[in-house]
């Protein structure tokens, strides 16, 4: 009786296994996917970059004037790069000035504003801009600190430059930029010594060679 109850149970065990192994397998699904090719541009090896851009500078207490800036940097390695500038703009007259009716404080030769100095970038951001679905094109935000001297108000003085810059391949030998930055250096033009912060934004191009 025993044997014919294992007998039963042994069967009841068997039969899934019996059913899943007489049902025909799924077939193979392949999917349907057009491979697009894609040209993407490679950046020339070249490691000098020359660049000319024109923006704003708000010289403090004297307003804000047209800025034109150029820059000539070598790329050390994909991340960081040394960049040698010189930077020139004119001041506008001070609020005491026009609200005064007083002298000048300064002739005009003295409110030419000259910058000269090196900095030291890194790019933080490496990436690509999209236009539509179709097109896109490679760019890079970086970080830069420096330093040099400024010529303004008969002075000569040394000046802490920093900021950052947006940089984006229009093809594989020239770039747009964007940089914003500013120029930290003291004065003495309202007879008392001052830190003056001078912001500047600016548009412009860089060729590489």
Not at 40 to 65: A, M
Not at 114 to 138: K, Q, S, W
Not at 173 to 181: C, D, G, I, N
Request: proline share 3%; no cysteine; net charge negative.
């Amino acid at each position: 009786m025993e044997a014919w109850i294992q007998r039963i149970f042994l069967i009841a065990a068997l039969s899934p296994l019996s059913l899943l192994a007489q049902t025909p397998s799924a077939p193979l699904i392949t999917p349907d996917i057009t491979r697009e090719q894609i040209d993407e541009d490679v950046l020339d090896s070249e490691n000098w970059l020359l660049g000319v851009r024109g923006g704003v500078l708000s010289i403090e207490d004297f307003g804000s004037s047209g800025l034109l800036a150029a820059q000539l940097s070598y790329q050390i390695n994909e991340s960081f790069y040394l960049s040698a500038e010189y930077a020139m703009a004119k001041a506008g007259r001070t609020s005491f000035e026009d609200l005064s009716g007083a002298a000048p404080l300064l002739t005009d030769s003295e409110r030419e504003w000259r910058y000269y100095g090196a900095h030291i970038g890194y790019t933080l951001l490496p990436g690509e801009v999209f236009f539509g679905r179709d097109y896109a094109m490679n760019s890079g935000l970086s970080l830069f600190v420096g330093g040099g001297n400024v010529d303004f108000a008969g002075d000569n003085v040394f000046a802490l430059h920093f900021g950052s810059q947006f940089r984006l391949y229009t093809t594989d030998w020239l770039a747009v930029e964007l940089t914003f930055s500013d120029y930290v250096f003291e004065t003495t033009i309202l007879a008392r010594n001052k830190t003056t912060h001078n912001l500047a934004l600016a548009l412009g191009v860089a060729l590489y060679f």
